[in-house]
């Protein structure tokens, strides 16, 4: 409901916050010295001109909230959140938390900043995605950044090569907090990377077997929850834990269904983003069904940008597990790879046994063998990846 400010060109307008989004509002906006009716009159602005709705917001226990907005504002809001399939709680949590991202605590030196997105995928299998996030993962923190590597691929190769075992059916997971059943706290399900070179700063999230049927549970809970939306599935489990990381890279299923949507929108280029931070990294293979599996892939990247209005940046190819000696169709398809000029080959890396071996032994790869050709790829792919 509403009812006239005397001044004439504000109303005061009652809706619901959760509490913990209300405290933070307050504290933020007493920080960058804003009056609170100012904030929240710029984030449902912001809000309102954004393409679609933001990742959804844990709204459990909103209070009653009020406070004074420019006259109008708040039917347009209503109109906005309706036109969303969104409640008008869930439009102001999200309107609220976008706000508090994009205007970190002066008070926390790097509070706020997106982590790089690195979305390592192809929808062919045995192109090396498992082996390139791994690694380049481990690039990344051996050059002292705090890393979280994601196995979001319900096969597990990852989580199994690094000894970490998967998470059992019907337990807290990745998975379960997606379709915002969540039980716990996503970081108690984390492992430490051990490894003098890493530091402690390489984490994984292992694989869950749940994933096998993301696809489907994903589409129920659209269907069952108002203003859910599908595409920011992954960004709401994973948006929590962004402030502990540097950089995020997620190894991904051989899949264009659902879940790779979203992992795609994680990846997109968010507001205020420098291109080229974060994107997709491609590997591939130097033979022509890893072309036409990278021609699906990129129409299903076109068909996402153009549905949501969004920006995914390509970071650029790994041409993997190249030997030059199975003749002319490896060495042409490499030609044809590097004369695509965009995306970009960040490296080409040759069918050695060092990989094998640390997979075999179940080791990180730059613990293995830090001084293997394979090892310094990673690192160039890893920085070729980065701005």
Not at 10 to 33: C, D, I
Not at 176 to 195: K, Q
Not at 311 to 334: C, I, K, M, P, Q
Not at 365 to 385: I, K, N, T, W
């Amino acid at each position: 409901m509403a009812s006239p400010y005397p001044q004439g060109d504000r109303e005061k307008v009652a809706s619901k916050l959760p509490s913990a989004l209300r405290q933070a509002l307050k504290v933020r906006a007493a920080e960058l010295g804003l009056d609170i009716q100012d904030a929240v009159t710029t984030a449902i602005t912001n809000w309102r001109d954004q393409p679609g709705p933001g990742p959804q917001v844990d709204t459990a226990g909103a209070d009653s909230y009020s406070t004074w907005l420019p006259a109008g504002l708040y039917d347009a809001f209503k109109t906005t959140c309706t036109e969303r399939g969104l409640s008008y709680t869930q439009g102001l949590a999200q309107a609220v938390q976008a706000w508090l991202d994009a205007h970190p605590s002066p008070n926390q030196p790097g509070a706020g900043l997106d982590p790089e997105r690195k979305i390592v995928c192809n929808q062919k299998g045995g192109v090396g995605k498992t082996a390139v996030s791994a690694g380049i993962a481990q690039a990344y923190a051996e050059a002292g950044k705090r890393v979280l590597l994601v196995d979001y691929d319900p096969q597990g190769h990852l989580s199994q090569q690094l000894a970490i075992p998967q998470i059992e059916p019907g337990r807290d997971s990745l998975v379960s907090h997606m379709c915002g059943e969540g039980e716990g706290d996503l970081r108690d399900l984390i492992v430490t990377i051990e490894g003098e070179r890493f530091g402690k700063r390489l984490h994984l999230l292992p694989a869950c077997y749940d994933a096998f049927l993301l696809d489907a549970r994903i589409a129920v809970v659209g269907t069952q929850r108002r203003g859910f939306q599908k595409e920011a599935a992954l960004e709401l489990a994973l948006r929590p834990l962004e402030t502990d990381y540097d950089v995020i890279v997620i190894d991904c299923p051989p899949s264009l269904g659902i879940a790779m949507d979203a992992a795609l929108y994680y990846g997109r280029r968010r507001r205020g983003e420098q291109a080229g931070v974060s994107g997709a990294v491609i590997p591939v293979l130097a033979e022509d069904s890893s072309a036409t599996a990278y021609d699906m892939l990129s129409q299903q990247i076109a068909a996402l940008c153009d549905d949501l209005s969004l920006e995914l940046d390509y970071l650029g190819l790994v041409v993997n597990l190249y030997d030059s000696r199975r003749g002319y169709v490896a060495t042409s398809s490499l030609a044809e790879w590097k004369e695509m000029g965009d995306p970009k080959v960040l490296a080409v890396i040759g069918d050695l046994k060092e990989q094998r071996e640390a997979v075999r032994v179940r080791q990180p790869l730059l613990s293995y063998a830090p001084l293997s050709d394979q090892a310094e790829a990673m690192r160039q792919v890893a920085r070729g990846a980065s701005r």
